[in-house]
């Protein structure tokens, strides 16, 4: 049984230019939920997705936006990259009416110079 | 403004003797918490919860302690094992007993088991 794919696990870009990361859910998982990680920082929480709509959003700016496709898997994205937006992008995923404990991904490592 | 706290960055403890990890938070609404555990490379993996209507609860070496009242809960790992080596966790969730909705976690704590 897959677990939660992220991909690429790596990516450089330049500020100003757009990225898209994609997530694979756990086999049955229906909810994704997107996170950043900032070097010695805990994960904080992008948004979450459910039913191809965003559920909850954190205070993340405008420029991070998603989407979720009807396998239930999700892309983040994210324009006009800022050095700050250099981070660990961790996408989570879950069985949202069972309230189940999240399964992360990976991550893919985002650099952005 | 950090609702979620793990004051320490690091920890080191022997093989076979207690590890004490410490989180505190501040928002009085969160009603269940979580501890992760990751490894490098790796995402973070679920370990324990506890809901906030108990303030114990227990999973083999691992076992979880919640003090509402100082808002403070700490994991305790005994007896500590090298592959226990990994940065902690410590999460928690507003208005829901689930472990599915928007988490906000602490800085993390490096923990070390040395042989």
């Known amino acids: 049984d897959a677990g939660v794919t992220q991909s690429p696990t790596h990516l450089i870009k330049t500020r100003g230019q757009q990225v898209t990361l994609r997530c694979s859910p756990k086999?049955?998982?229906?909810?994704v939920s997107w996170y950043q990680q900032a070097l010695g920082q805990g994960p904080q929480f992008i948004f979450q997705?459910?039913?191809?709509?965003?559920?909850q959003r954190g205070n993340f700016p405008d420029r991070f936006s998603g989407h979720q496709f009807p396998n239930y898997s999700s892309e983040l994205n994210v324009n006009a990259l800022l050095l700050g937006d250099s981070a660990l992008y961790l996408c989570?995923?879950?069985?949202?009416?069972?309230?189940?404990?999240?399964?992360f991904g990976s991550g893919t490592q985002l650099s952005v110079l | 403004d950090q609702q979620v706290k793990q004051n320490s960055p690091s920890l080191s403890v022997q093989e076979g003797r207690i590890s004490i990890l410490n989180c505190d938070y501040t928002?009085?609404?969160?009603?269940?918490f979580l501890w992760y555990k990751k490894y490098p490379a790796e995402g973070p993996t679920f370990l324990i919860s506890i809901s906030s209507i108990k303030d114990k609860n227990e999973d083999g070496r691992f076992t979880v302690f919640l003090n509402k009242s100082a808002k403070h809960l700490s994991l305790h790992i005994v007896p500590s094992q090298p592959g226990d080596s990994a940065v902690y966790f410590c999460a928690a969730i507003r208005g829901t007993q689930g472990g599915s909705e928007k988490l906000v976690f602490g800085k993390g704590t490096k923990l070390t088991v040395n042989p």
């Open positions: 928002n009085s609404m969160f009603d269940y």
């Open positions: 997705y459910y039913e191809e709509e965003e559920r």
């Open positions: 989570a995923s879950s069985l949202v009416w069972r309230g189940e404990k999240l399964f």
């Open positions: 086999s049955g998982h229906d909810t």
